[in-house]
């Protein structure tokens, strides 16, 4: 191939592209208020403003004279009703809310947003909004010097975006995924911008290829669509976790997983055989490792026909996954888009019977080769089709499955594009597009039918689904893992800010192959890689055909103590992980976070891509290289705990760690709490126990709550849940606890205690207004307490 080769720099091949040929939409000639906005009719095209709440600003270009306000699917929040104040000069218009202030300076159209006080947020200023003639759209903005940049839904390189150009176009990459390799699987047209601590967020509400460029000039960025209209929102902010909350307000939360969706998942492709997958299981009790999932990926499927089983390889699914979920092990199986062609298969049958696949304008259907070969692929714009297919999931619900795992949804053909052809038509309810214009929602869409079929069958029961693809707002069904990486040590490096990332971008439930897929791995790598898995929000080990097999015992004892051990880890944190899945589905905010979010006035966290946070308080520096065994940590403000060691680091500073191949650097922060059960088999247990080891400290105080629930049932949605106010104030020689529940349901715990860590002689312990005595145990003084 001769990109692969020095042709790639020929000097005829590199000519700038020049974007000066874009028209401005020129000055503003009259101002209407509309649709409970206000509409700006400029010289070449009208720009609406829309108050979806007093701290976020939707900003939609329209052709002249058009006036489409049509979201995308990924958009669910209704406008509030705001309280806008206008002012109207002869050089601007100043419209305010409780939050911002949006100043628009009229000839030529340039859009500001400001704080109320009057700091600047987001500005433009010699170049604004403007488009081209073969619809590509485009808007840009001020960059300021402190300017930082972080989102962009699954991309890879480091955390700090900045300098970069990313396009957004759904693509299924297997070549190996480098620091430059863009577009991935995923598109999230969104980012948030940090300046000096205030933080604000763009999201381009734009299905077709859309990119941003972070990189070509020094004093502006920019952001453009290669078709459809330029429709934005501003966030306001003002912290970046603000900002969070404001873009997954109008793209959505995710729904609360089963709990067995947040243990151990143990996948291969494939794991070809009934007996296969029942002599992982059992090796798996035999070693006393936890584990929650087993996937089966194509190879259980007739010839790669989805909704069907092959009859050789997996006789009898229906007991197969009985017994497995008798030992609380559940099946997760591949579904993929593309149809089998075969006039004898049901499903290609009443898809085309039901004209439910995609067809050109023409009328012919349009077919693509993916793993079955010749397919047809459904048009899940329509919720016609949606339905069809979320009802066809009664195969799987009615053998006991609960949870699916969609792949090759970007669409992936395998041809030159990697996709459909774009010329393809969406039927879109009615309202026909292209599939260049509307390529990007095919992974949601995909998504948004199975969720919702699998939550009609499963009755009351929480589906669980794992996409690879998607786009803004697929939070709202799936949990995303980071495609095809390899067993490289340089891609376990990379994981941890393309999950920060996705985290930032709303997506909280992530985490890549553990262990790496294509490739072979090895011990220390899949030893290092699990101690890390064990924090990520989506933790599965995941290998190709034709690699070495790496389940946690492949590659001798001394590796298999060590990733069992941190399996095990895993499940005891799992009180922890479930709060902070919470908080994502409550306020939106990621598991997984990188410093910045938590100190977004500490300059040494912006790029900060080799360390993370879970929650709060928790601190991981992971190894990732062979055969180290010490590494720099930053800490910062506050005093951090080692996990292990109880060795304390005074933050604000970098401190050298040690740590054996058996050894996570993780670090609590003093004067916190965090949640841990006793060591369990499965996330789900009739014996639950609470422990709330609190990390004492002199002064300071602290509030947290956690929360718990059946974990796998909706009922959380209607209250019946736990949620347990915890707060700790350290002052005077005394720890002060108080702790109650602020939900009705009752505690499910048959033992709760709190763990008091490096108490201080002399320090008292009061839990709710008691003083405690307790029991001394190895990690710190124990206290039983009945709440
Ligand atoms: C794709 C997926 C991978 C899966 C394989 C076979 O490459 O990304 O996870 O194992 O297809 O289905």
Same mark, same amino acid.
């Given at each position: 191939?001769?990109?692969?080769?020095?042709?790639?720099?020929?000097?005829?091949?590199?000519?700038?592209?020049?974007?000066?040929?874009?028209?401005?939409?020129?000055? !503003?000639?009259?101002?209407?208020?509309?649709?409970?906005?206000?509409?700006?009719?400029?010289?070449?095209?009208?720009?609406?403003?829309?108050?979806?709440?007093?701290?976020?600003?939707?900003?939609?270009?329209?052709?002249?004279?058009?006036?489409?306000?049509?979201?995308?699917?990924?958009?669910?929040?209704?406008?509030?009703?705001?309280?806008?104040?206008?002012?109207?000069?002869?050089?601007?218009?100043?419209?305010?809310?409780?939050?911002?202030?949006?100043?628009?300076?009229?000839?030529?159209?340039?859009?500001? !947003?400001?704080?109320?006080?009057?700091?600047?947020?987001?500005?433009?200023?010699?170049?604004?909004?403007?488009?081209?003639?073969?619809?590509?759209?485009?808007?840009?903005?001020?960059?300021?010097?402190?300017?930082?940049?972080?989102?962009?839904?699954?991309?890879?390189?480091?955390?700090?975006?900045?300098?970069?150009?990313?396009?957004?176009?759904?693509?299924?990459?297997?070549?190996?995924?480098?620091?430059?390799?863009?577009?991935?699987?995923?598109?999230?047209?969104?980012?948030?911008?940090?300046?000096?601590?205030?933080?604000?967020?763009?999201?381009?509400?734009?299905?077709?290829?859309?990119?941003?460029?972070?990189?070509?000039?020094?004093?502006?960025?920019?952001?453009?669509?290669?078709?459809?209209?330029?429709?934005?929102?501003?966030?306001?902010?003002?912290? =970046?976790?603000?900002?969070?909350?404001?873009?997954?307000?109008?793209?959505?939360?995710?729904?609360?997983?089963?709990?067995?969706?947040?243990?151990?998942?143990?996948?291969?492709?494939?794991?070809?055989?009934?007996?296969? @997958?029942?002599?992982?299981?059992?090796?798996?009790?035999?070693?006393?490792?936890?584990?929650?999932?087993?996937?089966?990926?194509?190879?259980?499927?007739?010839?790669?026909?989805?909704?069907?089983?092959?009859?050789?390889?997996?006789?009898?699914?229906?007991?197969?996954?009985?017994?497995?979920?008798?030992?609380?092990?559940?099946?997760?199986?591949?579904?993929?888009?593309?149809?089998?062609?075969?006039?004898?298969?049901?499903?290609?049958?009443?898809?085309?019977?039901?004209?439910?696949?995609?067809?050109?304008?023409?009328?012919?259907?349009?077919?693509?080769?993916?793993?079955?070969?010749?397919?047809?692929?459904?048009?899940?714009?329509?919720?016609?089709?949606?339905?069809?297919?979320?009802?066809?999931?009664?195969?799987?619900?009615?053998?006991?499955?609960?949870?699916?795992?969609?792949?090759?949804?970007?669409?992936?053909?395998?041809?030159?594009?990697?996709?459909?052809?774009?010329?393809?038509?969406?039927?879109?309810?009615?309202?026909?597009?292209?599939?260049?214009?509307?390529?990007?929602?095919?992974?949601?869409?995909?998504?948004?039918?199975?969720?919702?079929?699998?939550?009609?069958?499963?009755?009351?029961?929480?589906?669980?689904?794992?996409?690879?693809?998607?786009?803004?707002?697929?939070?709202?069904?799936?949990?995303?893992?980071?495609?095809?990486?390899?067993?490289?040590?340089?891609?376990?490096?990379?994981?941890?800010?393309?999950?920060?990332?996705?985290?930032?971008?709303?997506?909280?439930?992530?985490?890549?192959?553990?262990?790496?897929?294509?490739?072979?791995?090895?011990?220390?790598?899949?030893?290092?890689?699990?101690? @890390?898995?064990?924090?990520?929000?989506?933790?599965?080990?995941?290998?190709?055909?034709?690699?070495?097999?790496?389940?946690?015992?492949?590659?001798?004892?001394?590796?298999?103590?060590?990733?069992?051990?941190?399996?095990?880890?895993?499940?005891?944190?799992?009180?922890?992980?479930?709060?902070?899945?919470?908080?994502?589905?409550?306020?939106?905010?990621?598991?997984?976070?990188?410093?910045?979010?938590?100190?977004?006035?500490?300059?040494?966290?912006?790029?900060?891509?080799?360390?993370?946070?879970?929650?709060?308080?928790?601190?991981?520096? =992971?190894?990732?290289?062979?055969?180290?065994?010490?590494?720099?940590?930053?800490?910062?403000?506050?005093?951090?705990?080692?996990?292990?060691?109880?060795?304390?680091?005074?933050?604000?500073?970098?401190?050298?760690?040690?740590?054996?191949?058996?050894?996570?650097?993780?670090?609590?922060?003093?004067?916190?709490?965090?949640?841990?059960? =006793?060591?369990?088999?499965?996330?789900?247990?009739?014996?639950?126990?609470?422990?709330?080891?609190?990390?004492?400290?002199?002064?300071?105080?602290?509030?947290?709550?956690?929360?718990?629930?059946?974990?796998?049932?909706?009922?959380?949605?209607?209250?019946?849940?736990?949620?347990?106010?915890?707060?700790?104030?350290?002052?005077?020689?005394?720890?002060?606890?108080?702790?109650?529940?602020?939900?009705?349901?009752?505690?499910?715990?048959?033992?709760?205690?709190?763990?008091?860590?490096?108490?201080?002689?002399?320090?008292?312990?009061?839990?709710?207004?008691?003083?405690?005595?307790?029991?001394?145990?190895?990690?710190?003084?124990?206290?039983?307490?009945?709440?």
């Amino acid at each position: 191939m001769l990109e692969d080769t020095s042709f790639a720099i020929h000097p005829g091949q590199n000519q700038a592209i020049e974007n000066d040929s874009y028209r401005d939409v020129g000055t !503003v000639q009259s101002i209407q208020r509309r649709d409970g906005g206000l509409t700006f009719i400029c010289d070449a095209a009208d720009i609406h403003l829309q108050f979806y709440r007093s701290d976020i600003v939707r900003v939609v270009m329209n052709q002249k004279g058009v006036s489409d306000l049509e979201s995308t699917p990924a958009v669910v929040a209704a406008v509030e009703s705001v309280n806008v104040g206008v002012e109207e000069t002869e050089k601007k218009v100043v419209v305010k809310t409780d939050h911002l202030v949006v100043s628009v300076s009229k000839k030529p159209f340039r859009l500001s !947003v400001l704080t109320p006080e009057g700091q600047d947020i987001m500005s433009e200023k010699d170049k604004g909004i403007g488009f081209k003639e073969n619809g590509e759209v485009i808007c840009y903005k001020k960059m300021e010097p402190e300017d930082r940049f972080y989102g962009f839904g699954e991309k890879s390189g480091f955390l700090d975006k900045r300098g970069e150009y990313y396009t957004m176009w759904n693509t299924d990459v297997y070549a190996p995924h480098n620091p430059e390799t863009d577009p991935l699987y995923q598109s999230i047209p969104y980012f948030m911008a940090l300046r000096n601590g205030r933080a604000y967020g763009i999201f381009l509400d734009n299905p077709s290829k859309t990119t941003f460029d972070m990189k070509t000039e020094q004093e502006v960025y920019s952001f453009k669509g290669d078709s459809g209209k330029l429709d934005y929102y501003v966030f306001a902010g003002e912290g =970046p976790k603000e900002v969070i909350e404001q873009y997954t307000h109008i793209t959505g939360r995710m729904p609360l997983p089963p709990k067995w969706a947040i243990g151990y998942h143990q996948s291969r492709y494939s794991y070809e055989s009934e007996e296969e @997958v029942r002599a992982l299981a059992n090796t798996f009790k035999e070693k006393g490792i936890p584990l929650d999932v087993i996937y089966l990926d194509i190879h259980y499927m007739n010839e790669y026909r989805v909704f069907t089983f092959d009859k050789d390889r997996f006789p009898n699914p229906k007991k197969l996954v009985q017994d497995l979920k008798e030992e609380g092990i559940r099946i997760v199986p591949i579904v993929d888009p593309g149809v089998k062609k075969d006039p004898e298969y049901s499903t290609y049958q009443e898809g085309v019977r039901n004209d439910h696949f995609c067809k050109y304008l023409e009328g012919d259907l349009y077919f693509g080769e993916v793993w079955p070969g010749t397919s047809a692929f459904p048009d899940f714009t329509d919720e016609r089709t949606q339905k069809w297919w979320g009802d066809m999931h009664q195969f799987y619900t009615e053998l006991g499955i609960e949870g699916i795992w969609n792949d090759m949804n970007e669409p992936a053909v395998f041809n030159e594009t990697k996709t459909m052809d774009t010329s393809v038509i969406h039927n879109n309810n009615g309202d026909p597009k292209t599939h260049r214009q509307l390529h990007n929602l095919y992974g949601l869409l995909m998504g948004k039918a199975t969720y919702e079929g699998m939550e009609r069958n499963l009755n009351g029961k929480r589906p669980f689904l794992l996409t690879r693809a998607g786009f803004a707002g697929v939070q709202r069904y799936a949990s995303v893992w980071t495609g095809d990486n390899r067993s490289f040590w340089e891609h376990l490096q990379m994981s941890l800010p393309m999950c920060m990332n996705l985290g930032l971008s709303g997506v909280a439930f992530t985490g890549p192959d553990v262990g790496g897929f294509a490739h072979d791995s090895n011990g220390e790598l899949l030893a290092r890689w699990t101690q @890390v898995g064990a924090f990520t929000p989506y933790f599965r080990n995941h290998s190709a055909i034709g690699t070495l097999y790496q389940e946690p015992w492949q590659f001798g004892e001394k590796y298999e103590a060590i990733i069992k051990r941190y399996i095990e880890l895993r499940y005891e944190w799992l009180p922890q992980l479930y709060s902070l899945f919470h908080e994502a589905h409550s306020k939106g905010l990621p598991i997984m976070r990188p410093l910045m979010l938590e100190y977004p006035r500490d300059a040494k966290t912006y790029a900060l891509h080799d360390q993370f946070m879970i929650g709060d308080n928790t601190l991981i520096a =992971p190894i990732m290289q062979p055969e180290v065994t010490d590494r720099a940590v930053y800490f910062p403000e506050g005093e951090w705990v080692d996990y292990f060691s109880g060795k304390v680091y005074e933050g604000g500073t970098t401190h050298l760690v040690h740590a054996e191949l058996d050894t996570l650097p993780l670090f609590i922060k003093k004067g916190t709490v965090i949640a841990q059960s =006793p060591l369990q088999q499965r996330a789900i247990t009739d014996e639950k126990e609470l422990e709330l080891h609190v990390y004492a400290h002199i002064n300071g105080s602290y509030n947290t709550s956690f929360y718990d629930d059946d974990g796998e049932t909706t009922g959380y949605l209607s209250g019946e849940s736990v949620k347990l106010h915890v707060s700790i104030q350290c002052k005077d020689h005394q720890i002060a606890i108080s702790c109650h529940n602020e939900m009705e349901w009752p505690l499910p715990y048959k033992k709760c205690s709190f763990i008091i860590h490096g108490l201080e002689e002399g320090q008292e312990v009061w839990v709710n207004k008691e003083r405690q005595s307790g029991v001394w145990t190895e990690r710190g003084l124990r206290v039983e307490v009945t709440i």
